[in-house]
Every structure is written in structure tokens, then in C-alpha cells.
């Protein structure tokens, strides 16, 4: 049908991101749909100059070394310091003019200036001036410095944003910003962005695992509340609000063993994390009592590493059963498969990078220790809306885990990121991006931090 086939072309974006850790390539994922001709990867693309794929190997190589770095005694945390010191994110109050660009931000229009980085993206893509979505700042910069003639959108990717996120004089600039809660709305606005340059739209969850109408969040989390209070102190308090919000899909019983999914970074960091609490668990894990998911991500080695600890801990007879590594070397293959994953898990344990934002699916994160600045605020948004909780002592958690279940915590934590964290971030993007503003979802109320 031509006329169909018509109409769904003129809802198509294209859809900008980079290939530098999880984050931003998570953030795209989820809007492949609207996607013309696919996601684009901008320092990896089909043509890309020679010239350009040198500055970003040479941006994303420094990035991953000093995430690895980092676990290095006394030198890792003092290189790190240094380089978080560059993108750090200013206290909020008092509430000032912010605007004044920082090093990293001139260093970044200067290769613009002297060696045209990016132009030959944007000349291609200018061809075809469709609305223009990326998850990374560099990239929505050097579309409108190179003058592309279409809409040009930003999505942030974390609960705050550093100057750098912002281009050079924001206030003559055309870009426009899809913000994740409130606070990024009010750090933008003290960075110079024009208010209606910035669109509240919460942050783009996959919508496999979300639902035009909820009904998927709210048939998982009806499952997963009964293994997150198995003694039902929480339920048996607020069962009429459940009632209210899950109907029947709370369910009584459970039906499948306590779910634990643990997720490494893009760098591949924090993997003895995952080893540690392998061993700790390893009795329930044994018994069946616990499933244990790692989230080997792309990485050969961390998907060897936990095989080995599976083996040295006791429990290799268990892979594929009640421990599953979960790795592919295609990202977004890997995302397709960890977002089936999150449908059956009941608790995310991650360092807290852009999936605080999924505790929005009803799922408890216990977060672990945060690298760099922007992972210190989304930690704080979680522990904020009550959707996240750090983690004790890894090695007992065996001990604390048991206390946690006992007393409803996972479970209200579960709640609270249902009702507190926004929702409809790819659908209201989707809405806005085709300028169909009374067809945007109201994003639901989000705290101030």
C-alpha cells in the first residue's frame, strides 16, 4: 500500500549515537523503530573519514583505560580523579549563571574549527533533513555548527549533566534537549538553555518491557513484588494501593525462584563484583533457591572471568540453570537479550549509570559503588525516590539480603521506582520529535534531585 508505506516514512528520525561504554547506545535502542535507515553510529559509521575515526579512538581509548584504570591502588583514583574532574557536575545551589563554557567544551569546537570533525557526518545526513535525535552532546553540536538544516534533538542520559553537555552559547543555539527528570530541566536552564528548548520526557525505556499503557511493567512487577516480601510485611500493608495500581496481576504465589540479574559497566568494570557475590550466594544458588544472572555485556573476558569463578567457587554445574552469563558481541543484540532478562529479574544489582533509570520497570536496584561524577547524582536520584538502595558488604550478602526480603524494602523499592520514575520517555519523545504535543504522555511527578 503506497499511501501506508508514505506515512510511515515521514515518521522516521535519525537516530545519532556512539559507541563509548553502554550509556549511550542503550539510550538509542530503544527508539530503533523511528530510526531511518537504522541507529548511526557516529564514530563508527560506513565512509567515516579517516581523520575523524582517529580523534574519537583516541577519546573513547582514554575513557576505557582510566575506567580500568581506576581499581589500580593509590594511581587509578588519582588519574580518575583527574579526568572526573574535567566533566564534573557543580553543586546545584545557590542557583547561579552557569553558562560560562569550560576547557573541555572550547577543545571540543576547536577540532570542529581545525580539523572539521564531524563535518562529513552531518553533510550526509543533511541530505535527508529529517529530525535529527542523538544520545551524545559532541554529536548534536556538530550538527548545528556544520548547519544542519533539520530539527536537532539531545537526549541526556543521566539524573544531572555536567557544562559540557551544552554548546558554546546556548542561548542563540537551535538544539533542542529531551531531559530525564526534573533536575536535568532546571541544570540546563542554569547552563543557558532556553526553557522551550527542553522537554521533560523522562529517559527512553525499551518499550518491549514497558507498554503503551503500562500493561507489561505492571505484569512483571504483579510477579515480582510476592518474591521481593515472600512474608507479604510489605504487601499485607499497602495491598489496596497494589490492588489499585496492578488489579489482578498481583499475584499470590510466586512463580519462579528469587532472580538476581548483576550488570558490569561498558568498560567491563567492576566484574569481581559479580565473582564475589557468586561465592556469597552460592549455597541458594546450589539449592535453586536463587537464580543469578551476569551481565557479561561484550566482553570475551568478563564472560570467561565469571565462567571461572562459576568453576572455582563450585558451582559450574549450575551455568545455564541457576547462573546465566549473558554475553554477545553485538550490542545491541546484547540489549535485545538483557532486556528480555529484566522481565523475570527481581532485582538489578548495577553501578549506577543510566539503568537508575530502569528501576521506572518496577525493578529494586541495589546499587554499586558509582564511577565518576554523573553516577554520584544518579545514585543520589535513587536513593531520593526510594528506588535504589546501596549495597552492604558484598561478601555477606548471603546475610543481608535474607534481612532485606524480610523486611519489604526490595519490594516498597520495587513500588516506588514504579510510581516515582518516568515511564513514557520513548513514547513522549516519539510524540514531540513529530510535534504531536497533545499526544504526549504527562510524565509523572519527579523529585527535585
Known sequence: MPGKNSKEKMRKAWVITVDMGYGHQRAAHPLNY????????ANNYKGIPKKDKDIWVNSKGFYEFVSRFKKVPFLGNKLFN???RFQSIPQFYPRRDL????LQLKQIYRLFKESCWGQDLIERLSKNPLPLITTFFITAFMAEYFGYPGEIYCIA???????????LDPKNSKIMYFAPNRRVVDRLILYGVRPEKIFLTGFPLPPENVGRNLE??????????????????YISQYEKTLRHHLGRKLLKNSVRPLTITFAVGGAGAQRELGGIIMDSLKKQIASGEITLNLMAGTHLAVNQYFKDQAKKVGISSHLGKSVNILFDRNKYRFFNKFNKVLRKT?????KPSELSFYCALGIPIITAPPIGSQEDFNQRWLRTIGAGIKAEEPKYVNEWL??????????EAAMQGF????KFGTYNIEDIIFHQYQKAKKVETVLQY
Open 216 to 233: 507489561i511493567i505492571k505484569e512483571d512487577l504483579g510477579q515480582r513484588l510476592i518474591n521481593l516480601d515472600p512474608d507479604k510485611f
Open 157 to 167: 542520559t543521566d539524573t544531572d549533566v555536567s557544562r559540557t553537555w551544552v554548546p
Open 82 to 84: 583527574i579526568y572526573d
Open 402 to 411: 535474607v534481612d532485606w526480603l524480610k523486611s519489604g524494602w526490595l519490594a
Open 346 to 350: 527481581d532485582i538489578l544489582w548495577t
Open 99 to 102: 553558562s560560562r563554557p569550560n
Open 34 to 41: 523511528l530510526a531511518y535507515e537504522g541507529i548511526i553510529t
Open 419 to 422: 510510581l516515582e520514575a518516568p
